[in-house]
């Protein structure tokens, strides 16, 4: 599994360790480790179109995940964005299951008791593979009739 280097967050009253494990979290789920621009260009396209709300730029994902040097943290919606990504409603949930428990519990509200979004819908099927799927098929002759 790959780990980012240590030059990551600070806005959002996060430690390396948490950034770190989530840029794990987003590795795992994308189902590949991001290790150059390239990746960054293809998580972002897959973040797009899992859910287009909440964008985050490509010199963001570098940053992220350690490719360059930054000394400045993560907005709240870019971390919110990277937990959904990886199964969880928020970036509070995700540091509440994986992350440090005890900061977790004083920041959780009435979000806790909810269960975390899925990435397998109940049908069985994974939806980040439905998402690769159109991407890869984009055709737009398809759609016409």
């Given at each position: 599994m790959y780990f980012p280097v240590d030059n990551m967050a600070k806005?959002?009253?996060?430690?390396?360790?948490?950034?770190?494990?989530l840029?794990?979290?987003?590795?795992?789920?994308?189902?590949?480790?991001?290790?150059s621009g390239r990746d960054c260009e293809a998580l972002k396209r897959e973040l797009d179109l899992f859910d287009?709300?909440?964008?985050?730029?490509?010199?963001?994902?570098k940053r992220f995940f350690g490719l360059v040097q930054s000394g400045g943290g993560y907005s709240r919606s870019t971390l919110n964005a990277f937990a959904r990504y990886c199964g969880h409603r928020s970036f509070t949930d995700w540091k509440a299951q994986w992350g440090r428990r005890e900061e977790a519990k004083s920041e959780v509200t009435h979000s806790a008791s909810?269960?975390?979004?899925?990435?397998?819908?109940?049908?069985?099927?994974?939806?980040?593979?439905v998402l690769r799927w159109i991407e890869a098929n984009k055709n737009p002759k398809t759609f016409q009739s």
């Open positions: 806005q959002v009253n996060t430690r390396d360790s948490d950034i770190r494990r840029a794990a979290s987003v590795s795992e789920a994308a189902g590949f480790d991001v290790t287009p709300r909440f964008g985050v730029s490509v010199s963001t994902l909810r269960q975390p979004a899925q990435a397998i819908h109940q049908s069985g099927v994974d939806r980040r593979e």
